[in-house]
Nanobody, 124 residues
Framework: QVQLVESGGGLVEVGGSLRLSCAASTRTFSMYGMGWFRQVPGKEREFVAAISRSGVVTYYADSVKGRFTISRDNAANTVYLQMNSLKPEDTAVYYC?????????????????WGQGTQVTVSS
C-alpha cells in the first residue's frame, strides 16, 4: 500500500506561482509512474501532468503545457508540480497519483494510488 500526501496548495493571484509537493510512503517509489490530476466541483477529475519512473519522460495536458513542470526526487520519495503563470481556470483541488503500470497514463482508472488532494485557488 502506498500513501500519498500532498502539500503546497493555497491562494494565489493571477499570474502567480505555486509549487505542490507529494510525499510517498514507500521504499519502492521509483517503481511508480507519478502524476497530478485536478478536479472542480461538478466536473470529472482531469489529467494535468505525468512523469515516468526515472523522471526522464514527462507529459502535460495542453491546458498547462509551458506553464507547469512536473519533477520527481526518487531519493526523497517526492514528486513536485511547479505551477507558473496561474490562471483563474487553474482553480481546483489537485491530486497526486501513482501508477504501477508501465508508460505514462492519462486515464484516472489507470492510477492505483491517490492522495487526499490540496486546494489551489487563483484569484482575479
Amino acid at each position: 500500500q502506498v500513501q500519498l500526501v500532498e502539500s503546497g496548495g493555497g491562494l494565489v493571484e493571477v499570474g502567480g506561482s505555486l509549487r505542490l509537493s507529494c510525499a510517498a510512503s514507500t521504499r519502492t517509489f521509483s517503481m511508480y509512474g507519478m502524476g497530478w490530476f485536478r478536479q472542480v466541483p461538478g466536473k470529472e477529475r482531469e489529467f494535468v501532468a505525468a512523469i515516468s519512473r526515472s523522471g526522464v519522460v514527462t507529459y502535460y495536458a495542453d491546458s498547462v503545457k509551458g506553464r507547469f513542470t512536473i519533477s520527481r526526487d526518487n531519493a526523497a520519495n517526492t514528486v513536485y508540480l511547479q505551477m507558473n503563470s496561474l490562471k483563474p481556470e487553474d482553480t481546483a483541488v489537485y491530486y497526486c497519483a501513482g501508477s504501477a503500470l508501465l508508460g505514462l497514463r492519462l486515464s484516472v482508472k489507470d492510477w492505483n494510488y491517490w492522495g487526499q488532494g490540496t486546494q489551489v485557488t487563483v484569484s482575479s
